[in-house]
């Protein structure tokens, strides 16, 4: 089955400590994107990728960190510089190039919280 | 970073009735997005515009790309309980990444 796959689905960070979440697509498509969405808001932009190796900061990237070593792979890392962490987080992607102006599909999320 | 004025912010109506949502923007786009989210999944495309004027339809669901570039509505018409939600309007202009609205949330009364 094609698709985006986040996981896990729910996860669980101590005070002070790093937390990495996954988000795996076989679609083959170069841009991956990160979001945070918090209760009643829209969705806002983390980091985003548009080629393997390559990812550029969104609108509020502090206290994050990303890598995109793999086409299929973007994991977030969720560092204790973010004061704030408790969210929602959704991963993105995006076919482009030749096949020209696709739409962004999106995984079905990871809920943080703290312990 | 910029946001799009996506309104109204919730609706309650009853089943069977028509919906219409708007989505403005100060930007001028050469995408417009329309997305479902329900609670606790990621969120569902639902209808892709891409030329300015285009009016697009995806069963009971209707959205058109306005003819300004800066705006697009989307109705949803005889509404069924499972339409209920939360409708994201999302742009983008060139090849930057998708600009989000704050959301609808949709209730539907039976």
């Known amino acids: 089955d094609g698709g985006i796959t986040q996981s896990p689905k729910y996860l669980f960070r101590k005070e002070g400590q790093n937390v990495t979440l996954s988000c795996e697509q076989n679609?083959?498509?170069?841009?991956m994107y990160w979001y945070r969405q918090d209760p009643g808001q829209g969705l806002r932009l983390i980091y985003y990728s548009q080629i393997v190796n390559d990812f550029q900061k969104g609108d509020i990237a502090e206290g994050y960190s990303v890598s995109r070593e793999k086409k299929e792979s973007f994991p977030l890392t969720v560092t204790s510089a973010q004061k704030n962490p408790t969210a929602f987080y959704l991963c993105?992607?995006?076919?482009?190039?030749?096949?020209?102006?696709?739409?962004?599909?999106f995984g079905d999320g990871t809920r943080l919280s703290i312990l | 970073g910029q946001q799009l004025n996506q309104s109204p912010q919730s609706m309650f109506i009853q089943e069977g009735e028509d919906v219409s949502m708007n989505c403005t923007s100060s930007?001028?786009?050469?995408?417009w997005l329309w997305y479902k989210q329900d609670p606790g999944e990621g969120p569902v495309l639902l209808i892709a515009?891409?030329?300015?004027?285009e009016l697009t339809s995806n069963g009971r669901l209707t959205a058109q790309f306005g003819i300004t570039r800066k705006d697009s509505f989307l109705n949803i018409s005889a509404s069924i309980p499972s339409d209920v939600g939360i409708y994201f309007c999302a742009g983008r202009a060139g090849n930057t990444p998708l600009v989000f609205g704050k959301g609808t949330r949709l209730s539907v009364i039976a």
């Open positions: 515009l891409y030329k300015a004027g």
């Open positions: 679609l083959n498509h170069d841009a």
């Open positions: 930007s001028i786009f050469n995408t």
């Open positions: 993105a992607s995006r076919g482009t190039g030749i096949r020209g102006n696709q739409p962004q599909h």
